[in-house]
């Protein structure tokens, strides 16, 4: 094939200088649209979220990144369009970012994972329903039950935030989310795993949490909800095994004191303020 010559449109002003610093779940990035195309920025408000199609410029001089395997942490082995890693035939990123503004030619915009002087080749809005498959699945590489508490956490979270919104930051919702991720830890599974189940005593914002979080319906039967009052009651199953969690009066106080809805800060003790038991049946 004939080499193709592209043309940055933009490049992202990041607190990260390099690709390693910057987190998983990105952060708050400025992005500086050339002069020559700052007429094409008209109506870019109308979307609350954009697609930002990068270039890797930090990636490259060991060879075809298609004849290489990627291997992180303990994960398996596998090739450049398996994965989201950086080192790619064509190093070309896309990236989900939420747009807090725009001040002229510079868009500011939330969870971009792009090193500081990255090119932007192209930015697209986002559209609902189009680009979002909320049944989608993955088989990841490495289980996220094995991954550090803090970095669960973290993932779960951005799943909260992009199903809730700015609902995600209520002490419900990150209830919900202590609630899974102990799930997840005791038996060992991905939230997404067809074989776990939930079922809670509450019909609010609590049950939609647990479907982002899930990514499952009331239909599929893998969330439930069950009449009751009283503390909030989430009954988890999987491979034959059951859990029980039972919010405890310092359970919300110490999640809604989680300041924000990037990176929130939370302690080992609040995130963990469930008292929890072992129920037999699935």
Known sequence: MSPIVLHPVAVVRSPFKSTADVPGRGA??????????????????????????????????????????????????????????????????????????????????????????????????????????????????????????????????????????????????????????????????????PGLGVSVNRCDLTTDALMGLLGATLGSGRVAVQAGGGPVVFRFRAGGRGLELSETMATGASVAAMPGTIAPAFSERALWALESRGVSGG
Not at 70 to 92: D, K, L, M, V
Not at 101 to 114: H, I
């Open 28 to 193: 708050i990035v400025e992005i500086e649209v050339d002069s020559r195309f700052e007429r094409e920025l008209e109506g870019v408000e109308r979307s609350s979220h954009l697609i930002v199609v990068g270039y890797f410029h930090q990636v490259g001089g060991e060879g075809p990144a298609a004849a290489r395997r990627w291997r992180h942490g303990r994960g398996q082995s596998c090739g450049a369009f398996a994965t989201r890693c950086p080192e790619r035939p064509t190093p070309i990123s896309m990236t989900v970012g939420r747009l807090l503004g725009r001040d002229g030619r510079t868009l500011l915009v939330e969870n971009v994972d792009l090193a500081d002087g990255t090119p932007v080749l192209d930015l697209k809005p986002y559209v609902p329903g189009w680009d979002s498959v909320f049944s989608a699945t993955r088989r990841r590489r490495v289980r996220q039950a094995a991954i550090s508490d803090l970095d669960l956490y973290d993932f779960l979270a951005l799943d909260l935030e992009n199903h809730l919104g700015a609902d995600a930051a209520l002490a419900v919702a990150r209830t919900a989310l202590g609630a899974v991720l102990l799930a997840v830890k005791r038996f060992g599974v991905e939230p997404r795993d």
